[in-house]
């Protein structure tokens, strides 16, 4: 009996999957291999040796556990990237808010002078 799977269109017998459901799975899951590659080793797992067996299943456990690792430090390398572009649009934000702010008080202040002039001139003219 054979079972095509839906998804990578490979013919995986019920009874290959069965017995090595964990290698399986591993060629299943495997991002270095494409579905003929994967067909093929699925096809030779019942005539494989324990020692080939384990070997294929070290490889890909290996791959698998790699692969792992290295999204996980791009994720957080990622985060950290996203943490320094949150940092610097904040400081950008502080530092756009500082100059509208600076603007505000220098257009107050020199409304004051202008008052203080007139308020001078008025009492220089009495």
Same mark, same amino acid.
């Given at each position: 009996?054979?079972?095509?799977?839906?998804?990578?269109?490979?013919?995986? =017998?019920?009874?290959?999957? #069965?017995?090595?459901?964990?290698?399986?799975?591993?060629? %299943?899951?495997?991002?270095?291999?494409?579905?003929?590659?994967?067909?093929?080793?699925?096809?030779?797992?019942?005539?494989?040796? =324990?020692? *080939?067996?384990?070997?294929?299943?070290?490889?890909?456990?290996?791959?698998?556990?790699? %692969?792992?690792?290295?999204?996980?430090?791009?994720?957080?390398?990622?985060? #950290?990237?996203?943490?320094? *572009?949150?940092?610097?649009?904040? #400081?950008?934000?502080?530092?756009?808010?500082?100059?509208?702010? *600076?603007?505000?008080?220098?257009?107050?202040?020199?409304?004051?002078? #202008?008052?203080?002039?007139?308020?001078?001139?008025?009492?220089?003219?009495?």
């Amino acid at each position: 009996m054979t079972d095509a799977s839906a998804t990578t269109g490979l013919v995986i =017998p019920q009874e290959t999957r #069965e017995k090595f459901t964990e290698v399986v799975e591993l060629i %299943l899951g495997s991002e270095s291999m494409n579905d003929e590659e994967r067909q093929y080793w699925i096809n030779i797992l019942p005539v494989m040796t =324990p020692d *080939q067996l384990a070997s294929l299943k070290d490889i890909l456990g290996t791959e698998k556990r790699q %692969l792992a690792a290295i999204d996980k430090k791009y994720s957080k390398e990622i985060n #950290e990237i996203n943490s320094q *572009q949150l940092i610097q649009k904040t #400081e950008q934000e502080r530092h756009r808010r500082r100059m509208e702010r *600076q603007k505000k008080e220098s257009a107050v202040e020199e409304k004051e002078e #202008e008052k203080a002039d007139e308020l001078l001139k008025e009492i220089e003219a009495e």
